[in-house]
T-cell receptor
Framework: DGGITQSPKYLFRKEGQNVTLSCEQN?????MYWYRQDPGQGLRLIYY???????QKGDIAEGYSVSREKKESFPLTVTSAQKNPTAFYLC?????????????FGEGSWLTVV | AQKVTQAQTEISVVEKEDVTLDCVYE???????LFWYKQPPSGELVFLIR??????QNEISGRYSWNFQKSTSSFNFTITASQVVDSAVYFC???????????FGSGTKLNVKP
């Protein structure tokens, strides 16, 4: 089945450590996104990528990094510079191209700093 | 500026009641797209509907209906005869002609009690 797969579902990180969240899609979508969701709040855009080997900062990119070496993969690294990383992270994708495309989401990853 | 406001943070209803979730948006684009997503406790955002700015017809899908009014910049969502399975957080979102950037409201948590 086509979809977006995020792993791991739950991740615990010690302070000062970098962690990488995986996001893979087999929808042949060009554009991919990472959002952060804090309890009781909406989604905030971290990074997005419209095409392979290219990505742009979203609204809250500080303390995060991404890569887009393959069309189907868009991993997110939460670095030690991110001061408050405990949150729910959602990966998403759209077909790209013209505006108006629907955005589809993975199941999300819970990151907790211990 | 692009903005989506969901003023209702949380709503509680008893099963079989009708409930309307409000969504008000701001945009300078003449062409734009509006979406509703459902986020059950599992976390994944599930796409419900997409509507473009040129189509003001209301839409009904089973127990769900959407009322789009450009004059008041609103895109409200009504669930008729609510069920416990409707309990979730619902997000309204907007995308414009600026390639595939999505703006999400803060979400409305719906509690349907038996």
């Amino acid at each position: 089945d086509g979809g977006i797969t995020q792993s791991p579902k739950y991740l615990f990180r010690k302070e000062g450590q970098n962690v990488t969240l995986s996001c893979e899609q087999n929808l042949n979508h060009d554009a991919m996104y990472w959002y952060r969701q804090d309890p009781g709040q909406g989604l905030r855009l971290i990074y997005y990528s419209q095409i392979v080997n290219d990505f742009q900062k979203g609204d809250i990119a500080e303390g995060y990094s991404v890569s887009r070496e393959k069309k189907e993969s868009f991993p997110l690294t939460v670095t030690s510079a991110q001061k408050n990383p405990t949150a729910f992270y959602l990966c998403a994708s759209t077909p790209g191209g013209s505006s108006g495309n629907t955005i589809y989401f993975g199941e999300g990853s819970w990151l907790t700093v211990v | 500026a692009q903005k989506v406001t969901q003023a209702q943070t949380e709503i509680s209803v008893v099963e079989k009641e009708d409930v309307t979730l409000d969504c008000v948006y701001e945009t300078r684009d003449t062409t734009y797209y509006l979406f509703w997503y459902k986020q059950p406790p599992s976390g994944e955002l599930v796409f419900l509907i997409r509507r473009n700015s040129f189509d003001e017809q209301n839409e009904i899908s089973g127990r769900y209906s959407w009322n789009f009014q450009k004059s008041t910049s609103s895109f409200n969502f009504t669930i008729t005869a609510s069920q416990v399975v409707d309990s979730a957080v619902y997000f309204c979102a907007l995308s414009g002609v600026n390639f595939n950037k999505f703006y999400f409201g803060s979400g409305t948590k719906l509690n349907v009690k038996p």
